[in-house]
Structure formats: structure tokens, C-alpha cells
């Protein structure tokens, strides 16, 4: 640390579903803070990572996916993502340099203008490590000819390459006060919420089709126990009873492996033993209760048509 003012800033990643922000969030921080699998749409609540970064403090929010949302949970993470977009310091949108200018790339060229105010926009370019030169500097000159982009990066968020000189820059736009978090911090979501996200992630990886998004993980219990470990309970609540078997397994066996690998993340996360129990319930219409949304860190009346 040196005797410069400190600096404070909230920095959106914004982007289509799948665009690595989640990567990118967790690279930063240097903590997996935010749901990482290869589905579409897991990042539900607006996460807040916080880096320290020389004598700044980067306050990351990881917006879900914006993409064309047909249900009310997905129109209340559409209006998440462009509420987090609203109130950053600094915009960072991320486009997969593989899948180049794509028609939701282009819907939110058109409206992040408007969206981010007078906020500077940076563009990253992720997964560089997929294309050639060629087509990066391509997609570079028609990424900057359709948005007037502060700075432009090349990155691999996945690899860490490009990173660095993306975050050096983002400190250079923060403004001059306060941290607004302990320095030690790496998150402002409860660990309740953080706990029930990776168990959401390990159901996410393990089960296919649409299932993912119809549930949701809530941590019901938390105790620390006097041996310095935690008990852990967590609902799974599932929209179908169909969904309840799919869950279980045959003989329990998904759920088993679930709860295990879930488990293990939990106990590296924590440095400490973690008791987990989940129990899996039916809630045919968790999609339309208001408290479930709350949960989720998104609001229920975004939702509306």
C-alpha cells in the first residue's frame, strides 16, 4: 500500500449468458464467489465481489445473463443485470470472442447508451484463446464502430491472461474515497447464500435439460458446532414431483454425490469440517412466491410482464 488516497467503486459485468463474468468475478476477487458451470443462466443474483487492488478497492457485481427472457424469473434477472449496469461506476461487457457479434450481442449494443448513463464502458473480449488474430481484431474494429467503448481488452478469464491490465485500468476509473468494505472481505452476500449457491451449482452440473432452473437451494440452518465445524442444512425446492426422483436418484445416489461434492467445496471455501444435509421439496409454484425471490437477492415485482 502506498500513501495515495484510497479509492471505492462498484464495476458491472454485464453480457450474454455464458460470457464468462462469473469467471472473470472470481479470478478477481481470487475466491470462487460466484456459480461457474457450462450452462446457460446460473448466475441469478447480482453477486458482489470485492478486490483490493493496489490502494483501490474494486466492488464487483456479476449480473445474470441479459438475454430474451421469457418467464418472470427470467425477466426479474434481466432487470437485475441492467439495474447493476445502472448503478456501477465503471461497465465492463464481456463478449465471447468465438461467437463474435450475435443478434444479443447486438440488442445490447442498442440499449447501453441508455442503460449505463454517463458510466465509462469497457469492452472484454473473452476466450481469445479460441480465435486466431485475425478475427480479434475484427471483432475488435466492429465491436468499436457500433459502441464508443472506453478501452478495449483481450482477455481469457479462464486463463488469467489480459486480466491484469483490465483490472490496473478499472482502478484508474474508481473514484477517491472510503473502502466501503473490511479489506479482508471478498463478498457481501451472507455465507448462507454463498453455501446454498454451490450447492446449486454442483445440482446445475450434475442434471440436464431445463430441470437446473426450475429450483432453488436456500440454506434453512447454519450451527457452529464447539469442535469448530458447521452444520450445514439446506431445502432443494423443486417445482414437480417428477423433479423430487430426479434429484434423489436412483437409490439416492445423485443426491449423495451431490451433497458430497458440495461438501468438500464448502469445507475448502471455509478451511474448516462442514456437516451438510439437504433435503429436497416440492413447491409447485416457487416460481411465483415473492419470498424465493428475495432469497435469490432479485425482486419479485421485476418479474412482471
Known sequence: MTDAPTKAGFVALIGEPNAGK???LNRMVGAKVSIVTHKVQTTRARIRGVAMAENAQLIFIDTPGLFKPRRRLDRAMVAAAWGGAADADVVVLMVEAHRGVTDGVK????????????????????????????????LTKDMNDAYPFAETF??????GHGCDALRDWLVTQVPEGPYLYPED?????????????MTREKLTLRLHQELPY?????????????????????LIY???????GIVLGKGGETIKAVSKAARLELEEFLGRRVHLFLQVKVRPNWLEDAERYSEMGLDFKDGNA
Do not use: C, F
Open 22 to 24: 462469473s469467471t472473470l
Open 107 to 138: 440488442t445490447i449494443l442498442e440499449t447501453l447508451a441508455d442503460r449505463a448513463g454517463k458510466s465509462p464502458v469497457a469492452l472484454a473480449i473473452n476466450k481469445i484463446d479460441k480465435v486466431k488474430s485475425e478475427v480479434l481484431l475484427a
Open 154 to 159: 483481450m482477455i481469457s478469464a479462464e486463463r
Open 185 to 197: 472481505q471478498i463478498a457481501d452476500l451472507p455465507m448462507r447464500m454463498i453455501a446454498a449457491e
Open 214 to 234: 426450475e429450483l432453488t437451494v436456500e440454506t434453512e440452518n447454519w450451527e457452529e458446532r464447539p469442535d469448530g465445524s458447521a452444520r450445514i442444512d439446506q
Open 238 to 244: 423443486v417445482a414437480r414431483d417428477g423433479h423430487k
